[in-house]
T-cell receptor, first 115, second 112 residues
Framework: DQQVKQNSPSLSVQEGRISILNCDYT??????FLWYKKYPAEGPTFLIS?????DKNEDGRFTVFLNKSAKHLSLHIVPSQPGDSAVYFC??????????????FGQGTTLQVKP | DVKVTQSSRYLVKRTGEKVFLECVQD?????MFWYRQDPGLGLRLIYF???????EKGDIPEGYSVSREKKERFSLILESASTNQTSMYLC???????????FGQGTRLTVV
């Protein structure tokens, strides 16, 4: 079962416009969510995170929104730039037993920002 | 800055070979992870470790084993490589609590 789902495999936007990437999760026990960005042939890099006690977190051009009742989060990039073109992964912590914290990832969304 | 280093960027191995992928982190993190990335499937957790000599299976442990003899080093072992293990392998580490994980640059493994 996919506990973290990114249902849109790809997204294309024009430079300067807003990019909205979506993520759904099934486990109501998840309490911390992260977004990663990945370029080809490189490891993912951390972008932004949000705790379940918040509904919004902002860092520069990146904002993450969390809707706990809908088990949904989204990443907004404003304005989008060509250098933002990458694969974006949503992730959530499954703490399970203790504090070990498995990090569960979605399938990823490939964002293309056109000049 | 945290640094997670994987021993190889690219590897080509033959079917049936025993393959070792090494990962070293320099930030004294308790937790280390091995993932594989495949198109359309995202990052899938193979194994993780929360302490020296401790390990837990992830979602797809079959065909793999791991070793963590020292805190900074986490090795992934393919006991007998098969073509369906051709993939991008990613190592990560993180501290405890709600903290981000840091990834290595990845190893592109091709099994022929």
């Amino acid at each position: 079962d996919q506990q973290v789902k990114q249902n849109s495999p790809s997204l294309s936007v024009q430079e300067g416009r807003i990019s909205i990437l979506n993520c759904d999760y099934t486990n109501s026990m998840f309490d911390y969510f992260l977004w990663y960005k990945k370029y080809p042939a490189e490891g993912p890099t951390f972008l932004i995170s949000i705790s379940s006690i918040k509904d919004k977190n902002e860092d520069g051009r990146f904002t993450v929104f969390l809707n706990k009742s809908a088990k949904h989060l989204s990443l907004h990039i404003v304005p989008s730039q060509p250098g933002d073109s990458a694969v974006y992964f949503c992730a959530a912590y499954d703490h399970g037993s203790g504090n070990t914290g498995k990090l569960i990832f979605g399938q990823g969304t490939t964002l293309q920002v056109k000049p | 800055d945290v640094k997670v280093t994987q021993s190889s960027r690219y590897l080509v191995k033959r079917t049936g070979e025993k393959v070792f992928l090494e990962c070293v982190q320099d930030m004294d993190h308790e937790n280390m992870f091995w993932y594989r990335q495949d198109p359309g499937l995202g990052l899938r957790l193979i194994y993780f470790s929360y302490d020296v000599k401790m390990k837990e299976k992830g979602d797809i442990p079959e065909g793999y084993s791991v070793s963590r003899e020292k805190k900074e080093r986490f090795s992934l072992i393919l006991e007998s490589a098969s073509t369906n293990q051709t993939s991008m392998y990613l190592c990560a580490s993180r501290a405890g609590g709600n903290t981000e994980a840091f990834f290595g640059q990845g190893t592109r493994l091709t099994v022929v």
